[in-house]
C-alpha cells in the first residue's frame, strides 16, 4: 500500500506528532527567539523591484521596506501616510504636498520630495492610474527638500485615489537614484525607508528571505486602519521561507515551526480547523477572480476568432472544483469588473452557458483558421491551484483539436517568462492563468488587467482602441450611475474582442497558529506591521 503525503499529515494529527522538517529550519526557529514571525507565502519572492512587476509578494515585499504617499484605511478611503500636509488650489489644477517628519531611508539618508518625484514618475510609467496623472500633467516638480506638487493641465478629481491606489505596482517611494531609472529595468537595491529593513546577508533566495524591524522607523500617531495611521512593528525579525510543497508546509504549520501558511490546500482545511492550535482566517474578504490570459501578439490568439473559441470553451463550475473544491469558497463570475463590485454587470454575457460549450469552441477555433499551431501554457506547479487548472485547460483544448502542450514552471519563473513577446518558438507563450483582486476589478484605472493598449497593456497585450476611448472617460465621470453605464458599455467591447477570459472567483483563507495575531485584513496586500506573536 502506498501512504501519501496527505496521509501521513493525517496521520501525524491523530498522534499529535509532525511530518520531520529539516534540522535547519528547526534549528533557525529555536534560535530566532519569540520575536521572530516565520511566513510562508504563496510563492518564492524571485522580483524585488514592486514597480517592475504587479506580482503579490512584491508588493508585499514593497510594503514591508518602502513607504507610500497616501494608504487606505478600512474604509477604503485615503489617508496621508509619508506626506504631514497636502492642499490643492482653487482651480483644482495644483496640488502641493510637504512631507511629514521623521522619514529616513535605511541607509541614514533623509527622504526628500526629490525622491517623491522620481518616484511617481516611474510609478506613472505603468500603472493605470499613474499613466492618466502623467497624461494630464503639466509639470511634477520639487519645491525643497520637503514639499513638491504635482501641476496638472486639467482637473482630476481622483488624483489622492490614485496615489492610495494599493492594486500593484502600487506607488512605493524610493530613493531618486533608484527611482530615475525606467520602470522595465529592476532596482536592485532593498533600501526602503519602510517600517522593515531587507536583510541582506540572510537573503537566500529560494530558501528564505529576512526582514528585521526598522528601529529608526517613526510611525504616524494615528491607530492603524487597514493600511492607513501607525504602522507599529511588534516583531524583531520576519522570515518568509519557501517550502513548495504545500502539504510540508502545513506540517511545519502544525509543527510550530512556522506560524503563518498563506496557501493552505483546501482539501485540508479541515485538518485546520480541527486543530486546536491553528486557525483558517480570510483576509482578503473580497476574494481573487481567477484569470486566463492570451498572447494578442502571437497565433493563434492574435485571432479573435481563437480568442472567442476559449471563452466558449470555459466550463467555470469545473475549473473552480479542480481549483478549491470547497463550494462555500467558490462562485462564478461573468463581468469584467468582478462579481461584487459597485460596477459589475451582465452585459454581453451570452456566451456564459453552464459547462462550456465545446462544440461552439472548435467551430470558432475552425473559423480563426486554426491549423495546429502549438498552444503553450505556462504552468505554475508550485501554485497547485492553477497547476490543476492548467491541465484542464490544455484537456479541455486537446478535446477539441487544439494543440495544447503545458511548459511546467514555478510561479517566479512564470512572472519573468510571461514578459517574453516572441513566438513559441523562441521561448514564448500562448497562455497563463493569474487572479487579480475582485476589489481591484471595480476600478478601471487601477486593474492592470483593465488595460486594452496594446504594447502598454498587461502580459498578453490586448488592444481595442474603442474600448480604450471609454476607459479614459472614467476619470470624469462623478456620478455612480454614470460608471455603472460607462461600465456596461466596456464591457460590451470587451467581451466581443475578449480581452482576457475568467474562471471564476475564490475566497482563500490563510491558515496561521493561534499565538500569531493582529494581522490586517484588506485586499492585495498583507502588511506585517502591527501583527504580534505570543510565546508559545
Known amino acids: ?32 527567539g519569540g520575536q521572530t514571525v516565520r511566513m510562508v507565502k504563496s510563492t518564492d519572492l524571485r522580483v524585488f523591484d514592486p514597480i517592475w512587476t504587479a506580482t503579490n509578494i512584491t508588493a508585499d515585499h514593497g510594503a514591508a521596506i518602502y513607504d ?31 512631507l511629514r517628519d521623521g522619514l529616513g531611508w535605511h541607509d541614514g539618508t533623509p527622504v526628500t520630495a526629490a525622491d517623491c518625484v522620481a518616484s511617481i514618475r516611474r510609478w506613472g510609467q505603468v500603472h493605470p492610474g499613474g499613466q492618466l496623472i502623467m497624461a494630464r500633467a503639466k509639470d511634477i516638480s520639487k519645491k525643497d527638500d520637503k514639499s513638491f506638487t504635482i501641476a496638472l493641465n486639467e482637473p482630476l478629481g481622483i488624483l489622492i485615489d490614485i496615489l492610495a491606489d494599493l492594486t500593484p505596482p502600487c506607488l512605493f517611494i524610493m530613493r531618486d537614484k533608484d527611482a530615475n531609472r525606467p520602470a522595465t529595468e529592476q532596482v536592485t537595491t532593498n533600501i526602503g525607508s519602510g ?10 533566495p529560494g530558501a528564505s528571505i529576512t526582514y528585521d524591524r526598522n528601529e529608526k522607523y517613526v510611525p504616524r500617531k494615528e491607530r492603524s486602519d487597514g493600511l492607513a495611521g501607525g504602522k507599529i512593528v511588534n516583531v524583531d525579525r520576519v522570515i518568509w521561507d519557501v517550502i513548495a510543497d504545500q502539504q510540508t508546509a ?17 482539501d485540508l482545511y479541515s485538518l485546520v480547523e480541527s486543530d486546536p492550535n491553528l486557525e483558517l482566517q480570510v483576509l482578503d474578504k473580497p476574494g481573487w477572480d481567477v484569470v486566463l490570459r492570451m498572447n494578442f501578439l502571437q497565433p493563434p490568439f492574435n485571432n479573435i476568432k481563437a480568442r472567442q473559441a476559449v471563452l466558449h470553451l470555459v466550463d467555470q463550475a469545473a475549473f473552480m472544483r479542480v481549483m478549491y473544491p470547497d463550494p462555500k469558497y467558490v462562485n462564478t463570475v461573468a463581468s469584467i469588473f468582478g462579481k461584487d463590485t459597485l460596477v459589475s454587470n451582465d452585459e454581453n454575457t451570452g456566451w456564459y452557458k453552464k459547462g462550456g460549450d465545446l462544440e461552439k469552441a472548435k467551430q470558432l477555433f475552425e473559423e480563426a483558421g486554426y491549423v495546429g499551431e502549438k498552444v503553450v501554457i505556462l504552468d505554475p506547479t508550485d501554485w497547485r491551484e492553477a497547476d490543476n487548472a492548467s491541465q484542464l485547460l490544455a484537456a479541455a483544448l486537446r ?33 497563463f492563468i493569474t487572479a487579480e483582486s475582485d476589489y481591484s476589478l471595480g476600478n478601471p484605472l487601477a486593474s492592470p488587467l483593465l488595460l486594452a493598449n496594446g504594447d502598454d497593456a498587461w502580459y498578453g497585450w490586448p488592444k481595442n482602441d474603442e474600448y480604450e476611448a471609454l476607459r479614459a472617460k472614467w476619470a470624469n465621470v462623478e456620478s455612480l450611475g454614470e460608471r455603472k453605464a460607462l461600465a456596461r458599455k466596456m464591457q460590451g467591447i470587451w467581451w466581443d474582442f475578449v480581452g482576457d477570459v475568467r474562471l471564476g472567483k475564490y475566497v482563500s483563507p490563510i491558515a496561521r497558529r493561534k499565538t500569531l495575531t493582529g494581522l490586517t485584513g484588506m485586499p492585495q496586500i498583507v502588511p506585517m506591521w502591527n501583527m504580534q506573536k505570543a510565546p508559545a
Open 195 to 204: 517600517p522593515f529593513r531587507f536583510n541582506e546577508a540572510l537573503a537566500k
Open 1 to 32: 500500500m502506498t501512504i501519501s503525503r496527505r496521509d501521513l499529515i493525517k496521520a501525524c494529527v491523530a498522534t499529535g506528532t509532525a511530518v520531520s522538517i529539516p534540522s535547519g529550519l528547526r534549528a533557525q526557529s529555536a534560535s530566532a
Open 250 to 266: 502545513m506540517s511545519a504549520l502544525q509543527a510550530g515551526e512556522v506560524d503563518y501558511f498563506e496557501t493552505p490546500p483546501a
Open 68 to 98: 507610500a504617499l497616501f494608504a487606505l484605511d478600512s474604509k477604503f478611503m485615503p489617508q496621508p501616510q509619508m506626506v504631514g500636509r497636502w492642499d490643492v488650489s482653487d482651480d483644482m489644477k495644483t496640488y502641493t504636498f510637504e
Open 399 to 431: 478535446k477539441i483539436g487544439v494543440n495544447a502542450e503545458l511548459a511546467p514552471m514555478d510561479w517566479g519563473g512564470l512572472t519573468t517568462h510571461r514578459a517574453n513577446k516572441g513566438p513559441v518558438e523562441n521561448g514564448g507563450w500562448s497562455i
